[in-house]
């Protein structure tokens, strides 16, 4: 029986672009939106250090470790992360960046999770090291999409890696001889075969949480700036985390509203 599809030629392509590659890189959606958001970032880095008067934006992010000792780095960007998810108006405009292929994706009835998160990965600097994983190993839901949104551009390893799907079912077939918990041996046993993600300050990566993903010791000469969110359909299957707790919905229809809200009334 043939399945009916009445998705669009442009999410189909999108569709069939995530399922094969395990993730999308496009143009944000919203270029104001983009630089509300990173105008925001530059705004809470001036007000503790200076820069010379014609410094631009990209600069100022890229030779960030120039300014900021890595014993300090960590304590700075839980203050950012602070002010950037008590401002109302931050994930609204995260959401416009990508809310076409969010939706080509996951649909249109979303929850978004409540905070964004931040990485500032400093060259050489370990501690920001996010070992190899895959978000389901840890009770994830397999439904969720994450949206990476980069601030500079993000090359080499100054940027993230994912295993693509193809990949994926190989290494499956063999994870029962080593440990999730042992990441260094998960890493040097997909190594070869994992995909580093080139995206530019401008462009936006959305990609399945499902496969094993990470990043390495930063090696290059920049500092790299990105931030991530989870999304997904507010009516698929939740892990271990919970709507109401991690997740909120953003753009839930009317009629789903009224659904959700109704009672049988009692008859006698």
Aim: glycine share 4%; net charge positive.
């Amino acid at each position: 029986m043939t399945r009916l599809n009445f998705l669009t030629p442009e999410e189909i392509k999108i569709s069939s672009e995530f399922k094969k590659n395990g993730f999308i890189i496009r143009d944000g959606a919203n270029k104001k939106s983009l630089n509300w958001i990173q105008s925001k970032f530059i705004n809470l880095i001036k007000k503790k250090y200076n820069f010379e008067k014609n410094t631009t934006n990209l600069k100022i992010l890229n030779f960030f470790h120039k300014k900021i000792s890595k014993s300090n780095l960590n304590s700075f960007r839980l203050k950012v992360l602070d002010s950037i998810n008590k401002d109302p108006n931050f994930k609204y405009h995260y959401f416009e960046v990508a809310r076409p292929f969010i939706e080509a994706i996951a649909g249109n009835e979303l929850a978004m999770q409540k905070r964004v998160n931040l990485s500032i990965q400093l060259p050489e600097d370990d501690s920001s090291l996010l070992v190899v994983h895959s978000d389901v190993w840890a009770g994830d839901s397999p439904f969720e999409i994450v949206v990476w949104l980069p601030l500079v551009n993000c090359f080499r390893t100054k940027t993230m890696y994912i295993l693509p799907p193809n990949k994926n079912d190989k290494f499956n077939k063999k994870v029962s001889k080593v440990r999730y918990s042992d990441n260094e041996k998960v890493y040097q046993l997909i190594k070869k075969d994992v995909k580093w993600i080139k995206i530019n300050y401008g462009q936006v990566l959305i990609f399945n949480q499902s496969l094993p993903h990470g990043n390495r010791v930063n090696q290059e000469k920049e500092t790299r700036w990105t931030l991530n969110c989870r999304f997904k359909n507010t009516f698929t299957p939740y892990g271990d985390k919970k709507i109401g707790e991690f997740f909120e919905p953003i753009t839930l229809r009317a009629i789903s509203e009224l659904g959700l809200k109704y009672k049988l009334p009692k008859m006698k």
